[in-house]
């Protein structure tokens, strides 16, 4: 803490001196010309009558006036010989011109006197200001530094312990131990820091506990396929019968088909997973494009005996990732579909801030305890809705993501039909990217 004070201190105070400095040459240059006038108009009345005053005597006569007179004047009044005085040209040149002339920043001027004789001039000093000594001016420095320091200490030192704390949570963060954050005072100066930080720290720890559990997740989904098809091919090798070979052949397409929808579905979420690319919006035409979409699982509603039924949609654009929120659309229809026992009902209702997308089935429907559940990856809930009815757990989970992408959500709640009623929300503008 002690290095961190005193280069601060050092710069801070090298940055005042030099400032000062700086501002005093630039108010010198800048006001010289208005000291100058001023001081010649405050001082020019004065120095016109006793130039009047001088004159109207001899010279033979004019020192005995000034003893009389320097007694009533504040002034140092003295005559100088104008041939020996040391003076300048230009000093010069101004005297003979009639000119009186400033001296010394002002300290000191010189009148010229006409008269016979030797040319004289009028030496008039002003009063010298009080000045300081220099020794009680370098206490005056000092006693300020000091001060400047004690403020900067009283400053720092929160500040600095506040720094350690992040410091800390930082290396601890590190080394693995994700849920160390960095705790500080709220007037802290690095309160906005400490924040982001143990926001940042949060977003990591729920991102490899993610990353965890999906691996162990996926790990579970892949064994069964991958098992299945280890069995397969060692009885295939022993089968000789054609008919038994071909269905075992049959049995083992399937399980290829279900390890590339499984790798479908992981890729489609990894992309929504991964905040880098921003979503595409632009205006979609709301009832074409759901039609369209109810048309792409028309064949599979229709094998399960399902019928797909738009209620009601508004004419007219909405903004939105037509890519991205047709898969999600999509998933909420084959889940829903998967699940129904006849009917599945479709309907997007315009709000205040943007739009719903409401998809309801007659299923079993969903237990208020386990809604939140649903949205997680490799999720299934029960015997109702597990892989014998297809699926691995990641459609929901794809709708949530693209639903925050949006910037909006997605809630499961019971439907009126008797199952579960999913509705999808996004706003009217949807930013590049939700966080």
Known sequence: MLKFFLRLYLLLTLGFAASLL???????????????????????????????????????????????LQPHYGLSLSLVDADTFPASADERAELRAGRFVPRDEFAEYLVPLAGEGKPQWLRVVLPQEPALSDVLLFGVYLALAVMVGMVLFIWVKPMWHDLQALKLAAQQVGEGRLGARARVSKRSSIRDLARHFNQMSERIGRLISSQRDLTNALSHEIRTPLARLSFELDILRREEDPVARLALI?????????????ATELLAYARLEHRGTALTVAPVELRAWLESLVEQVALEASARGVECVVLSCPDGQAEFDARVMSRATINLLRNAIRYAGRRVELRIAACADGYVLHVDDDGPGIPAEARDRVFEPFTRLDESRDRTTGGFGLGLAIVQRAAQWHGGQVVVTASALGGASFALSWPACPGALHD
Not at 36 to 55: C, I, M, T
Not at 251 to 261: F, N, Q, T, W, Y
């Open 22 to 68: 700086l501002i005093d040459k630039a108010a010198n240059a800048y006001f010289a010309p208005y000291v100058e006038q001023f001081n010649r108009e405050a001082v020019r009345g004065q120095l016109y009558s006793l130039q009047q005053e001088f004159e109207q005597r001899a010279p033979s006569q004019r020192e005995a006036f000034r003893r009389e």
């Open 250 to 262: 049959e049995e083992m397409v399937g399980d290829v088909r279900e390890l590339d929808d499984m």
